[in-house]
């Protein structure tokens, strides 16, 4: 438990002498977490034992845990500080990259449709395609998103080179699209590709490639987390160019 966390636990026991102790401790933690109960005390202009007190109010045994849980508290701060910022700058680098991308043939290739299907390799992927369908609805252009292998297989034979699809994955390795994608190919249906690899096999068979930035954070005891929100920024972004173009086009 955070050391603030325990101050609000057990604030009803605290005096206006422990709140003030508190209030420095709040305000300087990294300096407390490394002095000494002397120095403390001077620096708050409280008694060693007023110090000592307030840690056993807070449920601890004394100064020396005290200040570790404040160690502690800075250590994961800090953590946390570094965690964030890894996850924005992976934001602002998706953002930045897609205002400098062209997205001119992608527009076209959606413009000139009769009709656009969208195919997710994934649960993270359908979920994309699903934000993308509304997304478009908003501009009055509706798209239809097929699910699974056995709606791949039916809709494979109905396709023309006047529709398109745009499949959806995350490394763009996944079997059931490169034979979905072989199959457009060979109709002459086309299709743009939404990957986060450059290098992957449905990238060089499609019409137009997307590729998308992701990143794994380590949040720590050797966990990995790995942020899919650029493929949600994608979408708006790929709205927005084609709603400008659709535009200038009429």
């Given at each position: 438990?955070?050391?603030d966390e325990r101050v609000s636990k057990y604030f009803n026991e605290l005096n206006?002498?422990?709140?003030?102790?508190w209030q420095y401790m709040a305000n300087n933690k990294q300096k407390c977490s490394e002095c000494t109960i002397e120095e403390l005390s001077q620096l708050c202009n409280s008694s060693k034992s007023s110090i000592y007190r307030f840690a056993r109010k807070l449920s601890l045994n004394?100064?020396?845990e005290l200040k570790y849980a404040l160690k502690n508290d800075v250590t994961?701060?800090?953590?946390?500080?570094?965690?964030?910022?890894a996850f924005c700058d992976t934001l602002t680098k998706s953002i930045n990259e897609y205002k400098k991308h062209d997205?001119?043939?992608?527009?076209?290739?959606i413009y000139n449709s009769q009709k656009v299907f969208l195919y997710g390799t994934g649960t993270l992927?359908?979920?994309v395609a699903q934000e993308m369908r509304r997304v478009f609805l908003s501009g009055n252009e509706h798209f239809y998103v097929t699910e699974g292998v056995d709606e791949i297989g039916a809709l494979s034979g109905t396709l023309t080179k006047d529709d398109l699809v745009i499949i959806i994955s995350l490394k763009g390795q996944s079997d059931n699209a490169r034979l979905f994608a072989k199959q457009l190919v060979l109709q002459g249906v086309p299709f743009i590709s939404i990957t986060s690899f450059e290098e992957n096999a449905i990238s060089h068979l499609s019409n137009e490639s997307v590729f998308v930035n992701t990143s794994e954070l380590d949040i720590g005891l050797g966990r990995?987390?790995?942020?899919l929100d650029s493929y949600f920024i994608l979408v708006n972004m790929i709205f927005l160019n084609y709603m400008?173009?659709?535009n200038q086009k009429k």
């Open positions: 438990m955070k050391v206006a002498n422990d709140l003030h102790i004394g100064f020396s994961m701060s800090e953590m946390e500080d570094d965690i964030l910022t997205f001119t043939g992608v527009s076209e290739l992927q359908r979920a990995k987390y790995q942020a400008t173009y659709k």
